[in-house]
T-cell receptor, first 113, second 114 residues
Framework: AQSVTQLGSHVSVSEGALVLLRCNYSSSVPPYLFWYVQYPNQGLQLLLKYTTGATLVKGINGFEAEFKKSETSFHLTKPSAHMSDAAEYFCAVSDQGAQKLVFGQGTRLTINP | DTGVSQNPRHKITKRGQNVTFRCDPISEHNRLYWYRQTLGQGPEFLTYFQNEAQLEKSRLLSDRFSAERPKGSFSTLEIQRTEQGDSAMYLC????????????FGAGTRLSVL
């Protein structure tokens, strides 16, 4: 069965600092990988996805993630945090043949001024 | 494209009552998904439709839960004889087959069972 582990339920960084949110997955087949962001009282918004091809994926709002098969990781980064980045971030995985997403528990990102 | 719409946004009910939620997907999307999200957790898959056919149901979907998508457009999720443990955010998502599994989410319906 697939699973996703997000290390750190709460991450706090200063405005302008590097953002690093960690995601490790387990999957018996090459997965599709996603990062979603959730602002309070809103649905989930897709930040970026990896399906095939280039392992460094760029998304919206300056975020990017790198698929590392050997480490079964898909960590999310942003070089310089902005106050508007404060939100809950979810990593998700799906099998290529499956339709459902399996989500991690989420990481709440706080930005300090 | 108005996005995925869910109604109501909030529902408060008493234990034992039945509730029904509605999801209107993005108009051309043929796949529709329901997830449940409890406080401090990631969303958990409940069920999914391709057109009007319900193709997969999670073990989380007990007999008290039923979902329909009668004409392959909007979907309803009904919970009968609600329990306090049903309190959660119910999220709907839709996607278009062949677009790389990208699911677009609605804002959710928050259910509180008293």
């Amino acid at each position: 069965a697939q699973s996703v582990t997000q290390l750190g339920s709460h991450v706090s960084v200063s405005e302008g600092a590097l953002v690093l949110l960690r995601c490790n997955y387990s999957s018996s087949v090459p997965p599709y990988l996603f990062w979603y962001v959730q602002y309070p009282n809103q649905g989930l918004q897709l930040l970026l996805k990896y399906t095939t091809g280039a392992t460094l994926v760029k998304g919206i709002n300056g975020f990017e993630a790198e698929f590392k098969k050997s480490e079964t990781s898909f960590h999310l980064t942003k070089p310089s945090a902005h106050m508007s980045d404060a939100a809950e971030y979810f990593c998700a995985v799906s099998d290529q043949g499956a339709q459902k997403l399996v989500f991690g528990q989420g990481t709440r990102l706080t930005i300090n001024p | 494209d108005t996005g995925v719409s869910q109604n109501p946004r909030h529902k408060i009910t008493k234990r034992g009552q039945n509730v029904t939620f509605r999801c209107d997907p993005i108009s051309e999307h043929n796949r529709l998904y329901w997830y449940r999200q409890t406080l401090g957790q990631g969303p958990e898959f409940l069920t999914y439709f391709q057109n009007e056919a319900q193709l997969e149901k999670s073990r989380l979907l007990s007999d008290r839960f039923s979902a329909e998508r009668p004409k392959g457009s909007f979907s309803t999720l009904e919970i009968q004889r609600t329990e306090q443990g049903d309190s959660a955010m119910y999220l709907c998502a839709s996607s278009l087959a062949g677009t790389g599994h990208i699911q677009y989410f609605g804002a959710g319906t928050r259910l509180s069972v008293l």
